[in-house]
């Protein structure tokens, strides 16, 4: 799948991939989950702020608004090079993310698509 296109479950799975989480398992009520210090808690860092925020921080991203469509409102920046857009501010920034690790494509399990 393109990175531009990633959303949802897909998204996060990449974003866990680029992360190198390998505490990752998908739950077919729940979603992607992860173990943590608490247990077996949601991944998902295209929606909380607690799991993709850190990860914007970290790597100094830059995200702005843009006007080119109103589908896809954000704009993320990683080393001036990596741009993805986004119909919100976290999903543009995971792609970002993504795209800047694992590149333009990600091979998505189906089970996620």
Not at 13 to 34: F, K, P, T
Not at 75 to 94: F, K, R, V
Request: aromatic share 10%; proline share 5%; net charge negative.
């Amino acid at each position: 799948m393109k990175t531009s296109e990633l959303t949802g479950a897909a998204l996060d799975w990449a974003v866990a991939m680029a992360e190198g989480n390998v505490r990752l398992q998908y739950d077919s009520q729940e979603g992607l989950i992860i173990n943590n210090v608490l247990g077996w808690i949601p991944y998902r860092p295209s929606l909380a702020w607690q799991q993709g925020g850190p990860i914007i921080e970290r790597e100094f991203m830059c995200i702005s608004r843009t006007n080119k469509t109103r589908e896809q409102p954000w704009a993320a920046y990683i080393d001036g090079y990596y741009s993805i857009d986004g119909p919100t501010l976290l999903i543009a920034a995971m792609r970002c993310y993504v795209a800047s690790k694992l590149g333009y494509e990600v091979d998505v399990p189906e089970e996620l698509k």
